[in-house]
């Protein structure tokens, strides 16, 4: 039997959306943490402004991915899973973690949870590069509506299966495996 992989993720960013068609930047940075694992049907995000900066008021990028990695042990450690491993991108991470079941995600493997959060972190960004060229937009769908969602949540656990943004990548990943 082969050991579930539980994917997590995190950015540090001065984003901030405050609703549906509107972003803009702050000077205060968020961190933000992304956990997947599909096989249980589970995601979790989480946001933060305490620790996302370093001493010196810069982006804690690596401290906030060996958050990540500790919340997904706590999640899995929470959820009972006794066979897992937790997979990041980050190597600071998994070299300074701590954590026996960490393991680095090698470059070119499908990682769940940095897609997720690119989506999330990305809409923010399409807002802000959009507001002064686009004169009337279209009224905001759920998906949108989700997004800002999990963009604003402080602690969230959620089902991937009833995620109208993890229904979307699997169709995108679907249609491309079949091209």
């Known amino acids: 039997m082969s050991a579930l992989e539980v994917y997590c993720d995190a950015s540090v960013s001065p984003a901030l959306m405050d609703?549906?068609?509107?972003?803009?930047v702050i000077d205060r940075f968020t961190g933000r943490i992304v956990i997947l694992v599909p096989e249980r049907d589970l995601g979790y995000i989480e946001s933060s402004t305490t620790?996302?900066?370093?001493?010196?008021?810069n982006p804690?990028?690596?401290?906030?991915?060996?958050?990540?990695?500790k919340r997904a042990k706590e999640v899995s450690e929470r959820k009972g899973f006794e066979s897992y491993v937790i997979l990041t991108d980050n190597l600071g991470a998994f070299e300074q973690s701590g954590i026996p079941e960490v393991r680095w995600l090698e470059a070119g493997r499908l990682h769940?949870?940095?897609?997720?959060?690119?989506?999330?972190?990305?809409?923010?960004g399409y807002l802000r590069q959009s507001s002064r060229r686009v004169i009337n937009r279209a009224k905001p769908n759920r998906l949108q509506e989700e997004i800002l969602r999990f963009f604003q949540a402080e602690h969230l656990e959620f089902k991937l299966s009833e995620s109208m943004l993890w229904m979307k990548i699997q169709m995108e990943m679907s249609a491309a495996r079949s091209e």
């Open 19 to 24: 609703g549906l068609t509107s972003s803009k």
């Open 51 to 57: 620790n996302a900066v370093t001493a010196k008021g």
């Open 60 to 69: 804690a990028s690596t401290q906030m991915e060996i958050l990540a990695v």
């Open 112 to 124: 769940y949870a940095s897609l997720f959060l690119d989506r999330i972190l990305s809409r923010a």
